[in-house]
C-alpha cells in the first residue's frame, strides 16, 4: 500500500521562507518521477515542480522558477519542497504526488497522492 505524508504547513510572511516534506511508504522515490501540485482558492490545481527519478531531470512552474527547489532524499525515502521569497500569491494547499506510468506529459500519471499541507502566505 502506497502512503505519501506530508509535512510542512504553516503560515509565513511575504519574503519568508518554508520547507515541505513528503514521507513515501510502499513506493520508491527513487524509482519513479515525483512531484509537487498546489490548489489556491478559486483556481484550477496546477504542477508546481517534478523530479525525475534518478533526480537528473527537474522542471518548475514558471510563477516559481528561481524561488523554489524540489529534491529528494533516497536513503530517506522523502520529497522535499523548499520555498523562498514567498508571495501571497503562493497560498495554497500543497500536494505531493507520486508518478505510477509514463506518459507523453511530465505533468500526467501520478495515481498516488498526499493529503495535502496547507501553505499561507501574508
Known amino acids: 500500500d502506497v502512503q505519501l505524508v506530508e509535512s510542512g504547513r504553516g503560515s509565513v510572511q511575504a519574503g519568508g521562507s518554508l520547507r515541505l516534506s513528503c514521507a513515501v511508504s510502499?513506493?520508491?522515490?527513487?524509482?519513479?518521477?515525483m512531484a509537487w501540485f498546489r490548489q489556491a482558492p478559486g483556481k484550477e490545481r496546477e504542477g508546481v515542480a517534478t523530479?525525475?527519478?534518478?533526480?537528473?531531470?527537474?522542471s518548475y512552474v514558471d510563477s516559481v522558477k528561481g524561488r523554489f527547489i524540489i529534491s529528494q532524499d533516497n536513503a530517506k525515502n522523502t520529497l522535499y519542497l523548499e520555498m523562498n521569497s514567498l508571495k501571497p500569491e503562493d497560498t495554497a494547499m500543497y500536494y505531493c504526488?507520486?508518478?505510477?506510468?509514463?506518459?507523453?506529459?511530465?505533468?500526467?500519471?501520478?495515481?498516488?497522492w498526499g493529503q495535502g499541507t496547507q501553505v499561507t502566505v501574508s
Open positions: 510502499g513506493y520508491s522515490v527513487a524509482s519513479n518521477r
Open positions: 523530479i525525475s527519478a534518478n533526480g537528473g531531470s527537474i
Open positions: 504526488a507520486a508518478r505510477a506510468w509514463v506518459t507523453g506529459s511530465i505533468w500526467s500519471g501520478y495515481a498516488y
